[in-house]
């Protein structure tokens, strides 16, 4: 997912300045970029800064950018050091490389029905697909959902994360905080989901589109 955008002074097109289609060069599959990643990880999870670290493990904070950019190969005493330091086994450094990466096919039809809260407002929910704890450290929950004439307005959703909402069929009137967005086929909506949201208007059903919730895993 980009961080940010730039924009191009000629076209005044944004620019991101993540490339979505880019394909991870070997160098980030090796040990020491793995071992890089999860030192870094566990760092900032504690909030530690890298002064501190090199404090806790007698390092120098140029070897602690060295080992968390990939660039040095650790030895094992420098990852006990570590390991005793950020209170993690010392195996949670090879976790990145070792790890396999989770993939979930949903087949059409196939999503399992499931209960929120705007299922008692007659909002049917099929989660099309869940993958846990992952290197990410983001857990995405993708929804399809479907309104009918026996569905209520419910706008007033409220919980953590970032949701996005892309509109397959109907039309409908989507509140987020104070305002409400007229959506139809092919629109996107996408916001903090901290805020109460949710359908306000039924405008011609059925109504269905999908839901995608994303927000940090549990520590």
């Known amino acids: 997912m980009p961080k940010t955008a730039k924009r191009d002074l000629k076209s005044g097109r944004k620019i991101l300045s993540q490339d ?42 140029g070897m602690l950018s060295k080992i968390e950019n990939g660039n040095t190969s650790p030895s094992l005493t420098t990852l006990q050091a570590l390991s005793h330091a950020l209170s993690v086994p010392l195996t949670a450094f090879l976790r990145g490389f070792e790890e396999t990466r989770g993939a979930m096919l949903t087949k059409a039809g196939e999503g399992a029905e499931t209960e929120r809260r705007g299922t008692r407002a007659g909002h049917q929910y099929n989660l099309l697909g869940h993958i846990g704890s992952n290197a990410s450290g983001v857990v995405v929950e993708p929804y399809l959902i479907t309104l009918s004439e026996t569905s209520d307005t419910f706008p007033t959703f409220q919980h953590d994360g970032i949701e996005t909402i892309y509109m397959l069929e109907g039309e409908l009137g989507y509140r987020h905080g104070n305002v409400v967005y007229f959506l139809e086929t092919g629109d996107t909506l996408f916001f903090d989901a901290d805020a109460p949201h949710g359908p306000e208007e039924l405008i011609k059903l059925p109504i269905r589109y999908l839901s995608i919730i994303a927000y940090p895993q549990a520590s």
């Open 20 to 61: 979505p289609h880019k394909v991870a060069s070997s160098r980030e599959k090796v040990l020491e970029v793995a071992i890089g990643k999860e030192v870094r990880a566990h760092r900032r999870q504690q909030k530690m800064t890298v002064f501190a670290l090199a404090e806790a493990t007698g390092l120098s904070i």
